[in-house]
């Protein structure tokens, strides 16, 4: 199992694993999550990482089918300015390989947001710490298990 799953059966959280086989060619791995799991790709999001000006890293969910506001996560955690993280910190901070970074069980509890949007769903796909395997549950158990604010992040 991953760090991720490991922390939602301690937390004794509601939760469904979906696997596939992934396709090291696939563009976008979140696209390829929800299209192989027969799933709209509005109910799938990923997780990315911003860092701020002040190189504090900030963790971003957002559907596979859009993309990161940087501007709006700036708003939503006070701070000026942010840009993605590079992959080598990201991968590191958390202890997951880009393509299965997850929010649940990081390495490092950092500050996260999940988009708005999420909130419309019974329940989201998340990535459960590793291509290929997608973690189902709803987005309160996800807000609950990461400490998450809720924003208008996603575009």
């Known amino acids: 199992m991953t760090p991720a799953i490991d922390l ?10 979906h696997s596939y086989i992934h396709d090291p ?10 299209e192989k799991l027969g799933l709209p ?7 990315l990482l911003a860092s701020t000006e002040k190189g504090e890293l900030l963790v971003a969910v957002v559907p596979v089918a859009g993309s990161l506001d940087l501007k709006a996560l700036a708003s939503a955690a006070g701070v000026k300015k942010v840009d ?9 901070s958390t202890g997951y390989l880009v393509g299965g970074i997850s929010p649940l ?9 999940i988009d708005e949007s999420a ?8 990535s459960a710490g590793r291509r290929g ?5 709803a987005v309160q158990v996800l807000a609950e298990h990461t400490r998450a604010s809720f924003a208008a992040i996603g575009r």
């Open 25 to 34: 060619k696939s563009a976008s791995y979140g696209l390829e999550a929800a």
């Open 8 to 17: 939602l059966k301690k937390a004794r959280a509601e939760f469904r694993v």
């Open 105 to 113: 069980g990081q390495k490092k509890r950092l500050r996260t947001f």
């Open 119 to 126: 909130r419309t769903f019974p329940s989201i796909f998340v």
């Open 84 to 92: 993605m993280a590079d992959l080598g910190v990201a991968q590191r």
């Open 41 to 47: 790709p509005e109910q799938v999001y990923k997780t």
């Open 133 to 137: 395997l997608e973690v189902e549950l």
